[in-house]
């Protein structure tokens, strides 16, 4: 139960700091938030079943998979509310 928190609390908070390094309104807020949760938990399922990785574990949470994709979902989600699809 703890990992779970702790790994939600981490993938809000890179989520956010994303937000604020690139900016946005609250639409891009809120998605980028619910990519980078699914992306941290995504690259933690990674790190345990597919690369057996354990460099930077918090207990058990593979932290370092799963903050990297969770970064990599937020600003993919991000560039993709910018596409203008009318041009």
């Given at each position: 139960?703890?990992t779970?928190?702790?790994?939600?609390?981490?993938?809000?908070?890179?989520?956010?700091?994303?937000h604020?390094?690139i900016?946005?309104?609250?639409?891009?807020?809120?998605?980028?938030?619910?990519a980078?949760?699914?992306?941290?938990?995504?690259?933690?399922?990674?790190?345990?079943l597919?690369?057996?990785?354990?460099w930077?574990?918090?207990?058990?949470?593979?932290?370092?998979?799963?903050a990297?994709?969770?970064a990599?979902?937020?600003?993919?989600?991000?560039w993709?509310?910018?596409?203008?699809?009318?041009?």
């Amino acid at each position: 139960m703890t990992t779970l928190f702790i790994g939600t609390l981490m993938a809000i908070a890179i989520g956010a700091l994303a937000h604020v390094v690139i900016g946005g309104n609250v639409g891009k807020l809120i998605a980028m938030l619910i990519a980078a949760v699914v992306g941290f938990w995504g690259g933690h399922l990674l790190g345990e079943l597919g690369m057996n990785f354990v460099w930077f574990n918090i207990g058990e949470l593979n932290a370092l998979p799963a903050a990297v994709l969770s970064a990599i979902c937020a600003v993919g989600t991000n560039w993709l509310m910018q596409q203008n699809p009318e041009r």
